[in-house]
T-cell receptor, first 114, second 114 residues
Framework: DAGVIQSPRHEVTEMGQEVTLRCKPISGHDYLFWYRQTMMRGLELLIYFNNNVPIDDSGMPEDRFSAKMPNASFSTLKIQPSEPRDSAVYFC????????????FGDGTRLSIL | GESVGLHLPTLSVQEGDNSIINCAYS??????FIWYKQESGKGPQFIIDIRSNMDKRQGQRVTVLLNKTVKHLSLQIAATQPGDSAVYFC?????????????FGKGTLLTVNP
């Protein structure tokens, strides 16, 4: 079975540029989560969706970050404009509707802002 | 200047020994717990989970113990192998209205020496 698919795997860009990260959740999973992982702060939840609707975006660091889920099989996390402190690994995860089920993670996008 | 990152607890074991990784969780209302394994360059991978109405659950070579009295979770790995070398995270589900959100611990680095 296909797991959570993220693209690109690596992204290097200059500060000020727009960055778009993409995620395809596991088919049939109704919950989608975006996380950021850094050495300083560990794994942080940014936002999550249920049935394509954002439920909790309290972890989004600031207005430069936005996330969308136009359909059940695709989500984007956008940073505009990007800054060096946004450099991190960004993970997408999905889980089924039934409560108390593990989230399944993609292999992440390693983002470097120069 | 010098950057200060997360101080990850580390555990170093010999191949074939048993490993015990510990985690203190924060919320007495948490009702679901998960252990994840993260290898370098990959996303967190689900290992085993446990609900709060249990105190022990076994999988293949792994056992999770839950002590709700002291809010402590442990992961035991039997006959540790070099392929078990990774960072291990515990995660808790706060329950209630945040039934699908997970809060992750800082992680423990397990190194298995051949």
């Amino acid at each position: 079975d296909a797991g959570v698919i993220q693209s690109p795997r690596h992204e290097v860009t200059e500060m000020g540029q727009e960055v778009t990260l993409r995620c395809k959740p596991i088919s049939g999973h109704d919950y989608l989560f975006w996380y950021r992982q850094t050495m300083m702060r560990g794994l942080e939840l940014l936002i999550y969706f249920n049935n394509n609707v954002p439920i909790d975006d309290s972890g989004m660091p600031e207005d430069r970050f936005s996330a969308k889920m136009p359909n059940a099989s695709f989500s984007t996390l956008k940073i505009q404009p990007s800054e060096p402190r946004d450099s991190a690994v960004y993970f997408c995860a999905s889980s089924p509707t039934v409560s108390n089920q593990p989230q399944h993670f993609g292999d992440g996008t390693r983002l470097s802002i120069l | 200047g010098e950057s200060v990152g997360l101080h990850l607890p580390t555990l170093s074991v010999q191949e074939g020994d048993n490993s015990i990784i510990n985690c203190a969780y924060s919320n007495s209302a948490s009702d679901y717990f998960i252990w994840y394994k993260q290898e370098s360059g990959k996303g967190p991978q689900f290992i085993i989970d446990i609900r709060s109405n249990m105190d022990k659950r076994q999988g293949q070579r792994v056992t999770v113990l839950l002590n709700k009295t002291v809010k402590h979770l442990s992961l035991q790995i039997a006959a540790t192998q070099p392929g078990d070398s990774a960072v291990y995270f515990c995660a808790e589900n706060m329950g209630g209205g945040s039934n699908y959100k997970l809060t992750f611990g800082k992680g423990t680095l397990l190194t298995v020496n051949p």
